[in-house]
């Protein structure tokens, strides 16, 4: 190859790689009065940083995250190539982001979820749906599901899985058994979404072998194959609640009931199986991690607790204020009160959006 022409192709290299940081510092120019870390990396920007994350042990991305938080404020820029996110921690800069109509959410990240392996997950659901008129269509529906007085008629059915926790937990307590917290509010959280929102029985919280039981698990580490079983579970559940409403039959007052009433014919099937699905994935997920994280804080801070209920000194007494059924517990040296003591606890957990 003749030197002019190796001169020409360097000189190409140089040119498309000067355009190429040129483009990453104008694309970045927007967002640098934001605080963030120093980049190692002009390229990569702050890439390297995940790639050590790993270095101490038990840490995650988050946790990264929640250093720099405490570090450089309530918001902060991350970037990595091209791309700016913004990391926001303060619980009222959350709220507005999530509640807005002028923050749409990225649509590749979402896209990611509703489709993974070439096989549908969430679909077009309440979670992954990136068109703004068609979620706000699918959260009318669940907006009457979720009023007020249906909720109050489903009270019942949350008194009965927490007692029974309760039963469970107090049968463990002998200060020798370790109890995965974890483990048994996810079960608790699902026995009472399956039947509160679809009138189904799981039994997960007294071990009973059901076909829904292992399938959000396994979701996650055999995606089509999961997905499609927990999908037909559904499928079959809601066409037997559509013909019992049909023939006029006494139903459950659950979600279900109150989506198919509402749907009017209009409702997309594929969508309503996309919610059935979201509903057990993400739905009992957020909220056992909710009650988890609860759990764990009130152990951690015994003032709260004993603020809110001087009188639950003792293993096994129950709260009996007005309106709150859910039992306090000595358990293994941890007390609980749910959801009487939520509030303040939750105050004290990271609140974090990625935008």
């Given at each position: 190859?003749s030197?002019?022409?190796?001169?020409?192709?360097?000189?190409?290299?140089?040119v498309?790689?000067g355009?190429?940081?040129?483009?990453v510092?104008?694309?970045?120019?927007r967002?640098?009065?934001?605080?963030?870390?120093?980049?190692?990396?002009?390229?990569?920007g702050?890439?390297?940083?995940?790639w050590?994350?790993?270095?101490?042990?038990?840490?995650?991305l988050q946790?990264v995250?929640?250093?720099w938080?405490?570090?450089?404020?309530?918001?902060?820029?991350v970037?990595?190539?091209?791309?700016?996110s913004?990391?926001v921690?303060?619980?009222?800069s959350?709220?507005?982001f999530?509640m807005?109509?002028k923050?749409?959410k990225?649509s590749?990240?979402?896209h990611?979820i509703?489709t993974v392996?070439?096989?549908?997950?969430?679909?077009?659901?309440?979670?992954?749906?990136c068109?703004?008129e068609?979620?706000h269509k699918q959260?009318?529906v669940?907006?009457?599901?979720?009023?007020?007085s249906?909720?109050?008629?489903?009270?019942e059915?949350?008194?009965?899985?927490a007692?029974?926790?309760?039963?469970i937990?107090e049968?463990?307590a002998?200060g020798?058994?370790p109890?995965s917290m974890?483990?048994?509010?996810?079960?608790t959280?699902m026995?009472?979404?399956?039947?509160?929102a679809f009138g189904?029985?799981?039994?997960m919280?007294?071990?009973?072998?059901?076909p829904?039981s292992g399938k959000?698990?396994?979701?996650?580490?055999?995606?089509?194959?999961?997905?499609?079983?927990?999908?037909?579970?559904?499928?079959?559940?809601?066409?037997?609640?559509r013909?019992a409403?049909?023939?006029?039959e006494d139903?459950?007052a659950?979600?279900?009931?109150?989506?198919?009433?509402?749907e009017?014919?209009a409702?997309?099937d594929?969508?309503?199986l996309?919610?059935?699905?979201?509903f057990?994935?993400?739905g009992?997920e957020t909220?056992a991690?909710h009650l988890a994280?609860t759990?764990m804080?009130?152990?951690r801070?015994?003032?709260?607790l004993?603020s809110?209920f001087p009188?639950?000194?003792t293993?096994?007494?129950?709260c009996?204020?007005?309106?709150?059924?859910?039992p306090?517990?000595?358990?293994?040296?941890?007390?609980m009160?749910?959801?009487?003591c939520?509030?303040?606890?939750v105050?004290?957990l990271p609140?974090?959006?990625?935008?």
């Open positions: 190859m030197p002019g022409l190796l001169l020409l192709l360097g000189s190409a290299v140089l498309a790689f355009l190429c940081c040129t483009f510092h104008r694309a970045r120019s967002y640098e009065h934001i605080p963030g870390p120093p980049r190692p990396s002009f390229l990569l702050h890439l390297p940083y995940f050590k994350k790993d270095e101490a042990c038990g840490r995650v946790d995250f929640l250093d938080a405490k570090k450089y404020g309530p918001v902060v820029r970037n990595v190539f091209h791309k700016t913004v990391i921690t303060s619980p009222e959350v709220k507005k999530l807005s109509t923050y749409n990225d590749k990240m979402y990611a509703q392996f070439g096989e549908r997950l969430f679909g077009q659901g309440l979670v992954s749906e068109d703004y068609r979620w959260r009318r669940m907006d009457l599901a979720f009023s007020r249906s909720l109050v008629s489903l009270m059915t949350f008194n009965e899985k007692e029974q926790l309760v039963e937990l049968a463990k002998d020798q058994t109890v974890q483990e048994m509010l996810t079960c959280t026995d009472i979404l399956a039947k509160a189904m029985e799981t039994g919280l007294l071990g009973a072998q059901k829904l959000v698990k396994l979701i996650l580490e055999g995606i089509t194959a999961s997905r499609n079983t927990l999908a037909k579970v559904g499928k079959d559940w809601v066409q037997r609640r013909e409403l049909k023939r006029g139903v459950p659950d979600i279900l009931t109150q989506i198919l009433k509402a009017e014919g409702q997309d594929e969508v309503l996309d919610n059935f699905v979201t057990f994935i993400a009992h909220s991690n994280f759990v804080e009130l152990s801070q015994p003032e709260i004993a809110r009188a639950a000194k293993e096994g007494e129950r009996k204020e007005p309106g709150t059924r859910l306090l517990l000595g358990l293994l040296g941890l007390d009160a749910v959801p009487g939520l509030k303040p606890v105050l004290n609140n974090a959006a990625t935008l």
